[in-house]
Every structure is written in structure tokens, then in C-alpha cells.
């Protein structure tokens, strides 16, 4: 069974970088793209970008010139950093995996709430 | 950036109805069309994968159509559990983009 789990600061001050890291267990981080999804307060989803295991990314380009997504494949992960954020930037993240042989989001951490405020 | 416009945003029905949801694509999509699920404080959950696949374990009473840019979900008989908001999603092209959802309340 594939388990995703976000852990980071919930609370981001406006202009500083916001940082997640999703643990991955049950799968290989070297399985699947993985991405990052956010979900604004009572909003629709976006989707953030993706990473795969040897370094290949993909970003939203609403985002591409502050998003940055990286792995750790010692402790199978991967993470987020979203700089120079702003009150817009206050959402539920979830990271995923991505299955590329379905390409759909199968896999989902329960998400975790990061609000942006001084 | 393909927008999914999703039609309607918000439906009001009844235990055992048939509910009919759209979504129309601003391109050309093939069939790279996924329905998700998602109920309160909770991941989206796929449902429907490649426009009609339903996904492993996921009720027969859900179920999907179409190809290019006009696309639906269907719940053939609508159970109390089905209450949440339902999202399409298209990977033919990087973004993915997500349409605004559709949020069903009961009667």
C-alpha cells in the first residue's frame, strides 16, 4: 500500500520561500513522477509541477519562476519550495504520485494547510 | 494553458437519482480526460481514468464518456455516500488543469 505524507511549516511569512517534504512508503521514489498539487480555501485544484526520480521536472509556468521540486531518494522523498509567496499562495498542498503508465494522480497525501501571513 | 470549463458548479439532488456532470475542454484532448472525487477535507480520489475507465473497486454506477473537447460523468443512481465534489482533469498537455468542480448537495 502507497503512502504519501506532507510535513512542513503551516504558517509562512509573506516574501519568505515555503518548504514540504512528502515521505513516500510502500513504493520506490524511483516508481513514479510525483507531484505537487494545491487546493486554496474553498477553491478548485491546481496543479504545481512534477519531478521524476533522476531529475527530470515539469512546472505549472504560473509558477515555474518560484517553484523549485527536488527528491531525496536516501530517505524517499521529495519536496517543494515556493518562493517569494504571497496571501494568494495559501492553500492545502497535497503531493501525489503519478502513474505513467494511467496518467492519473493515484496515490495522495492526506494534504497539509499552509497559510501565508505575517 | 486547455481550460475545463465544468457544468454545472453546484447540484442539488435527490437519493436515487441519475446525475449528468460535463466538461468541455478549449482544445482538442483525445480521450486524456480524468473524474475525480473529493469529499470534505479529503484527497481527490480518481474515479474515471482515459474519459470512460472506471478504476479498480469503484462502483459500476459511476461512469464517464466522451473524446475531443466535450465530456461526461454520470452517477446512474446517486447513494448518500456520492455527496462531494467532483473534478475533471486533463493531461493531454502540460499544466495539467483541473476543472472548477461540481458540488453535489443533497435535496
Known amino acids: 500500500q502507497v503512502q504519501l505524507q506532507e510535513s512542513g511549516p503551516q504558517l509562512v511569512k509573506p516574501s519568505e520561500t515555503l518548504s514540504l517534504t512528502c515521505t513516500v512508503s510502500?513504493?520506490?521514489?524511483?516508481?513514479?513522477?510525483w507531484s505537487w498539487i494545491r487546493q486554496p480555501p474553498g477553491k478548485g485544484l491546481e496543479w504545481i509541477g512534477y519531478?521524476?526520480?533522476?531529475?527530470?521536472?515539469n512546472y505549472n509556468p504560473s509558477l515555474k519562476s518560484r517553484v523549485t521540486i527536488s527528491t531525496d531518494t536516501s530517505k524517499n522523498q521529495f519536496s517543494l519550495k515556493l518562493a517569494s509567496v504571497t496571501a494568494a499562495d495559501t492553500a492545502v498542498y497535497y503531493c501525489?504520485?503519478?502513474?505513467?503508465?494511467?496518467?492519473?494522480?493515484?496515490?495522495w497525501g492526506q494534504g497539509t494547510l499552509v497559510t501565508v501571513s505575517s | 494553458d486547455i481550460q475545463m470549463t465544468q457544468s454545472p458548479s453546484s447540484l442539488s439532488t435527490s437519493v436515487g437519482d441519475r446525475v449528468t456532470i460535463t466538461c468541455q475542454a478549449s482544445?482538442?484532448?483525445?480521450?486524456?480526460l480524468n473524474w475525480y472525487q473529493q469529499k470534505p477535507g479529503k484527497a481527490p480520489k480518481v474515479l474515471i481514468y482515459?474519459?470512460?475507465n472506471l478504476e479498480i473497486g469503484v462502483p459500476s454506477r459511476f461512469s464517464g464518456s466522451g473524446s475531443g473537447t466535450y465530456f461526461t460523468f454520470a452517477i446512474s443512481s446517486l447513494q448518500p455516500e456520492d455527496i462531494a465534489t467532483y473534478y475533471c482533469?486533463?493531461?493531454?498537455?502540460?499544466?495539467?488543469?483541473f476543472g472548477q468542480g461540481t458540488r453535489l448537495e443533497i435535496k
Open positions: 501525489a504520485s503519478y502513474s505513467g503508465s494511467f496518467n492519473y494522480f493515484d496515490y
Open positions: 510502500g513504493a520506490s521514489i524511483r516508481d513514479y513522477y
Open positions: 519531478i521524476f526520480y533522476y531529475g527530470t521536472t
Open positions: 482544445q482538442d484532448i483525445s480521450n486524456h
Open positions: 482515459d474519459a470512460a
Open positions: 482533469q486533463q493531461y493531454d498537455n502540460v499544466p495539467y488543469t
